[in-house]
């Protein structure tokens, strides 16, 4: 079935097409499928830099995320001390409010990006971030204080820090965004594996204000990466990404509005088994076991599924939304699995699983944005996206800890956040069911065209197909007068 779809030039690979010189004995002419189309590297020592840079950015920032089940106890025990009435779910709210906060300033943090820069926001993302950090070490027994410093200046720092780091990775790299999009977010399990280790043994020898300080300099090397974020000029290009054309074509994209909606339902319960897991082993798992395993598990795994899904989803005929439906499908019901498991053994086994296929559904969404919205509109895609998924991850633990206060167990708290994922792993068929054309404005300013100026369509997705795929095209019209018709591209499905 040949279905129409919009024109993803990020990961279409250039095509030669002859000129009709050639048949008179003059040199041919090649030109790429679309006129002075930018390619991106695909490697080199300054991609290679950018790839690390962006590892290390994203490792930091989420590894001290991932990781606050550790500092949870801290704040927990502080609370109490001070004489709070719900120091479980207080607690709980610093580190929600970290992470929704880092997701929700994302929207903006595209939008900046786009006016002041690449190297710009992540230099003012890790200052604030940093900033935030240190000034928590100062007030670690006040809880507003607290979900301003830790929450919500970290959080802003974090997501200014994290954004162009991932929209970045489309400036040098096509043909491999997928898997270089899976080594970068392996970074945040990296340090998710190593964090709770080194934030413990800070802890045991430097207590709590000055382990702060310490994550606060760590974070810190976030403002020399950024120096790394240079966007290549794009030659031949004259056009520049206006940001608010590119927010507007986001939100008039019918298929990318339906995943982002149903990726943001989903998450309501992903952050819960992250904030609460170390309590969870110690109640119910007493004896001499080592609480911060599960977490390293998760950690281990899921950089494993970043590497292996990322590279699995470069595959052409591989359906990456798909993919990240069987993530969530396996993320909920191994979630809800958490809450009647026995056995600490089996624990460890679904804290594997759960990592792995939480590796998966990381490491496919920068190219799933790139595949609906195209290279003008993945940044504001990707921003929207983390935005509106700042909600359910701010909600989801605080409701989770209000639940187990009153229930005292955390089986009803791991089973309901086991089941929006789910859900949304059925809802996200609804993708199937819109069709994304191509804007006429778009389709006029990027037109597939031969060496004499006529319109071809290809049987290409916009993803990298065959040669002999490429080698269908068909020409619409000979009249070089007709050369300024649309001309849009089609996909198999």
């Known amino acids: 079935m040949v279905e129409e779809a919009g024109t993803n030039l ?56 991932n ?25 709980a709210l610093v580190g ?22 690449l190297r710009r926001t992540t230099f003012l993302g890790g200052l604030i971030a940093a900033g935030g950090m240190f000034l928590s070490s100062f ?29 970045v990775l489309g400036h040098y790299f096509k043909r491999y965004l997928g898997l270089v999009n899976g080594v970068v977010t392996t970074g945040s399990s990296v340090f998710t594996i190593a964090m709770p280790y080194v934030i413990s043994a800070f802890l045991e020898n430097l207590g709590i204000s000055w382990t702060l300080r310490l994550l606060a300099l760590i974070i810190s090397f976030i403002m020399g990466f950024a120096f790394l974020f240079k966007p290549i000029q794009e030659k031949g290009l004259k056009r520049q990404t206006n940001p608010t054309n590119a927010f507007k074509l986001v939100c008039k994209n019918k298929k990318y509005i339906i995943w982002a909606s149903v990726i943001a339902a989903s998450l309501f319960g992903y952050f819960v088994p992250y904030v609460y897991m170390l309590d969870f082993v110690k109640k119910n798992f007493p004896g001499n076991v080592d609480a911060k395993l599960p977490i390293l598990c998760i950690g281990i795994t899921s950089g494993v599924g970043r590497l292996l899904f990322g590279y699995i989803a470069d595959f052409p005929w591989v359906n990456r939304i798909l993919l990240q ?41 920068g ?21 509106i998924c700042s909600i359910p991850l701010t909600i989801g633990p605080y409701v989770a800890g209000v639940i187990y206060e009153r229930q005292r167990s955390y ?26 054309r191509k804007s006429e404005e778009d389709a006029a300013q990027h037109p597939l065209k031969n060496s004499n100026g006529t319109c071809i369509k290809t049987a290409s997705s916009g993803r990298l197909l065959p040669k002999k795929t490429l080698s269908t095209a068909v020409q ?13 591209t089609y996909s198999i499905l």
């Open 67 to 91: 990781s606050y089940s550790v500092l949870y106890e801290e704040f927990h025990r502080s609370l109490k001390e001070k004489g709070s009435k719900n120091p479980t779910s207080e607690a």
């Open 139 to 167: 007030c670690v027994d006040n809880i507003v204080s607290l979900c301003i410093t830790f929450g919500v200046m970290y959080g802003l720092g974090g997501s200014l820090a994290y954004t162009p780091s991932l929209a």
């Open 367 to 387: 190219p799933i944005a790139f595949d609906i919205c195209g290279k003008e509109g993945a940044t504001q895609a990707i921003g929207f996206l983390l935005g």
């Open 476 to 488: 619409l019209d000979n009249n070089k007068n007709d050369a300024n018709k649309r001309c849009y």
């Open 96 to 117: 929600s409010l970290a992470m929704g906060t880092t997701f929700f300033v994302s929207a903006v943090a595209g939008v900046l990006t786009d006016y002041i820069g």
């Open 411 to 436: 089986t009803i708290p791991m089973i309901l956040a086991g089941i929006p994922p789910t859900i949304g792993a059925v809802a996200m068929f609804l993708t199937r069911c819109v069709r994304t």
């Open 325 to 365: 439906q069987l993530a969530f499908l396996s993320i909920g019901v191994l979630t809800m699995l958490l809450s009647s498991t026995h056995s600490f053994g089996w624990l460890i086994v679904i804290s594997l699983g759960m990592g792995l296929f939480d590796g998966c559904f990381i490491a496919l969404l």
């Open 10 to 65: 990020i990961n279409h690979k250039p095509h030669t097409v002859t000129s009709k010189n050639a048949q008179n004995g003059t040199a041919p002419k090649k030109t790429t499928g679309v006129e002075d189309e930018f390619s991106p590297p695909d490697g080199g020592m300054r991609a290679w830099l950018v790839m690390i840079g962006s590892f290390f950015c994203n490792g930091i920032l989420f590894g001290v995320i």
